[in-house]
């Protein structure tokens, strides 16, 4: 399986359009002002948090799921402010230290992978999740996948399992259970059981 180049990098285009998104979003009229050389200092810090754990992440994540990443590039773009992670694009704001950078950003390039091959990971995989965990929400059951190889990643590929800790703590601080709730049931069912009713799931 090729391996994807994952390039992070401050977008000057993207963080206004957060900025003032932020601002409005929370009522704010007046932000520390971080200057440019602060801004490229911590992006210097992820990429080399990032590098560190790069190869490891990204052949594991393919080696778990039995997927590719369809891209030989991702952009990951840095911004100064928003008050969430995504995936489509990847966007990351400044205020994270390097390490938990790099949780998130392997959190959202499972999403990626998994949107990429929606073609794979499709209705014989929504039906089993559907019928399986009825009681739960959207939310909760499409973090199932992504928490089952999370906990893969931090105890057997990467041995830290401060880092699957750190990961429990910042989901119980969301604004709903329901992070907490596919950590609970991963926990309860099994990360490897999960994984494997999933991938016995995929279209062909």
Sequence with gaps: MKMPRV??????????????????????????????????????????AWSAVEKKVLESIQDITKLSFKNALIDVHVVRRTNRSFSRPPVFDIRKNPSDFCDE?????????????????????????????????????NHLYVHAILKILYLDVLEEPKRLERNLARSKKHSTNEYTRAWDIVDSVGEKEIIMMIKKNYEN
């Design 105 to 141: 950003l392997i959190h959202e390039l499972i999403h990626i992978i998994l949107q990429q091959n929606n073609s794979i990971v499709s209705w014989g995989v929504l039906e089993w999740l559907n019928e399986k965990f009825s009681e739960e929400t959207d939310c909760t059951r």
């Design 7 to 48: 390039q992070i990098k401050y977008n000057q285009f993207l963080d206004p359009i957060f900025l003032t998104y932020f601002q409005q979003r929370f009522k704010l009229s007046l932000l520390e002002e971080i200057e440019q050389k602060e801004v490229d200092f911590i992006v210097s810090e992820y990429k080399k």
